[in-house]
């Protein structure tokens, strides 16, 4: 087992794992339940998954199984954009722990900040009160979006916790890392790898790197992040990439070669949450209620 990743503290007081492992894309056919049980016993203690990805079950029954204390586990699901009007965001939470078969989430997140995301947030914050949910938070918040919701006085009811957007080294989200920390909001970073992102594995700086460290390019960029501060959750199907993601705590980049990373910067990822139509593209995506 490689050392074990440190962990961060949140505004709310609540010290989450900084390195976790993602679901997104893995099917609940067996392969989530696979996937996690192996990354729980590689050492990973924060799994990542949202009630969207409809694999909150095997999620669960993972971390059940897995003869690991509740308490040293994080989890993390986020509510889906269908739900959240008030009465449904309530029943939401709900379903996401009768799903995982918790008691309470250590996470929970506004998983896409479009439609009626003060109910959902007003939810949030209740079910917190009651013990169902440790940390609040947000997810795709670009700095605009953020001041819009900001400027309606929803995050003077709660600070949330974090803001799960896209981070990786061509995407280093400089803008809204200043407005998150000026606000004591903790960045989680999702696609650390940039999705497998071809030329981003083949950039020479991170293959130069890999060679002087004698690691390879994921645990590089990987490094990075975690030296930059974000919480990271790559996602891997494979035994031998769930391992070696997590073994990124036995070395340290230089602040030169920080700063070289931090040139790879294109200044834009893949998914711009401002394009308009976004919000409703991604309501007609799936519905997360098809098997009720
Ligand atoms: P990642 O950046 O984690 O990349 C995952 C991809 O990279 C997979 O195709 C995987 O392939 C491959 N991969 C994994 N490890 C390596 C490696 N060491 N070398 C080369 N390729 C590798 O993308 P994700 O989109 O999965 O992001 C991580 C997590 O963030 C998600 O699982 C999810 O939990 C969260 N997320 C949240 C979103 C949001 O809107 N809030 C949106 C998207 C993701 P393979 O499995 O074959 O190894």
Known sequence: M???APKFKLNDGNEIPSFGFGVFQ????????????QALKDGYRHIDTAVAYFNEQEVGKAVRDSGIPRNQIWITSKMWLQDYAYEDANKSIDRTL???GLDYIDLYLIHQPYGKVDEAWQAMIEAQKAGKIRSIGVSNMTPKIWQKWADKGIFNKKMPAVNQVEFNPYFQQKELRQI???????LEAWAPLGEGNHSLFAEPLLNNLAKKYGKDVGQIILRFEHQ??????????HEARIKSNLDIFDFEL????MDAIRKLDQGHGAHNPDAPGTGEMLLNAFDVHAND
Do not use: C, R, W
């Open 2 to 4: 490689t050392e074990e």
């Open 26 to 37: 893995i099917p609940a056919d067996g392969s989530t339940y696979k996937a996690v049980s």
């Open 98 to 100: 009768k799903k995982l």
């Open 180 to 186: 998150m920390s000026q606000n004591h909001v903790t």
């Open 228 to 237: 930059e501060g974000i919480i990271v959750f790559p996602k891997s199907i």
């Open 254 to 257: 230089t602040s030169d070669e």
